[in-house]
């Protein structure tokens, strides 16, 4: 097994891969941890799923469809982030709409668009084994502005995610660091779709952080141990699905979600261990 395993990591789609599943855990450690704090899954999902209706729209304008996810994750994410904060109506009827509209857009797009889309489905489903270098530099730069972001305003952030009254009371403009957040989400989502692709980016963006929230209390040990997690899942998952020819992302969140379950099966003992932590 160790020897095909090296054989494996000769191929330079593999190295990429894993680099790939680097990155990505990076992010999903950071970001998932407030994601999960914040408790606004359904907003990422949100976010998630919008981004469809840039990469329609890339790919009808001739553009790199990274381009186009990149915008839409951000509009979405900032307009989300709004309607969450300001609108008096049902918050979670209204990103949900917004949700379906995003995908609606992308897939019109996609009809109006000549011509056979050939990488459609890895945006969809995740491709991490045809991450191509360009993509890896992205990723790199995204998780440079994530990390930069989050070490600058760090506390804000932290205030906000667990007690926004108290936030405001010490003057920390809750509304901005919100929007701040809900755009970090946006970064994060584009590089996971590479990976794991739209439909599954809440899973992997919000189980290694629920998974560290069982067994620690202080947020950075949650970040490190998610950002651990993600990398062991990631790996896990793409070697798994590389040997047993399936499908790398599905691969990655059934290893992620079977790690998750045990855990909430094991939940008296793991309670016992946060106590010590």
């Known amino acids: 097994m160790f020897q095909a395993i090296l054989e494996a990591l000769q191929y330079q789609f593999m190295q990429n891969a894993l680099l790939a599943g680097l990155l ?3 992010a999903c450690g950071i970001i998932g941890t407030f994601v999960v704090v914040k408790r ?9 799923h ?8 890339a790919y009808f304008l001739g553009l790199n469809p990274v381009f186009g996810a990149v915008s839409f994750s951000l509009l979405s994410a900032f307009a989300m982030g709004f309607v969450q904060r300001k ?3 049902r ?8 949700w379906a ?8 797009f996609l009809d109006l668009t000549p011509g056979y889309k050939a990488d459609l489905m890895s945006y969809l489903f995740g491709s991490i084994l045809a991450v191509p270098a360009s993509d890896l530099i992205v990723m790199l730069v995204m998780n440079l502005v994530i990390v930069v972001l989050v070490y600058l305003f760090f506390k804000e952030l932290l205030a906000v995610s667990f007690d926004e009254q108290f936030a405001t009371v010490e003057n920390v403009p809750v509304d901005w660091i919100y929007m701040l957040l809900m755009g970090l989400i946006g970064f994060s989502v584009v590089m996971l779709m590479r990976v794991v692709g739209l439909i599954m980016v809440i899973a992997l963006l919000t189980i290694p ?8 209390k202080d947020i950075k040990k949650i970040m490190v141990a998610a950002t651990v997690l ?20 599905a691969t990655i969140i059934l290893v992620a979600g079977s790690v998750y379950v045990l855990m909430m099966i094991g939940q008296p003992l793991v309670k016992k261990m946060r106590v010590r932590n």
Request: aromatic share 10%; glycine share 16%.
């Open 50 to 57: 919008a981004a469809y209706g840039g990469i329609g729209l």
């Open 24 to 26: 990505v855990s990076i």
């Open 101 to 108: 509209i995003g995908m609606a857009v992308g897939i019109l």
């Open 230 to 249: 993600g990398i062991v899942f990631s790996t896990a998952g793409l070697f798994l699905s590389y040997f047993l020819n399936l499908t790398s992302g």
């Open 91 to 98: 918050a979670d009827s209204i990103i949900g709409v917004m």
């Open 40 to 48: 606004i899954v359904f907003i990422s999902g949100g976010v998630a």
């Open 87 to 89: 609108t008096r109506e």
């Open 209 to 216: 952080a629920s998974i560290s929230a069982m067994l620690f």
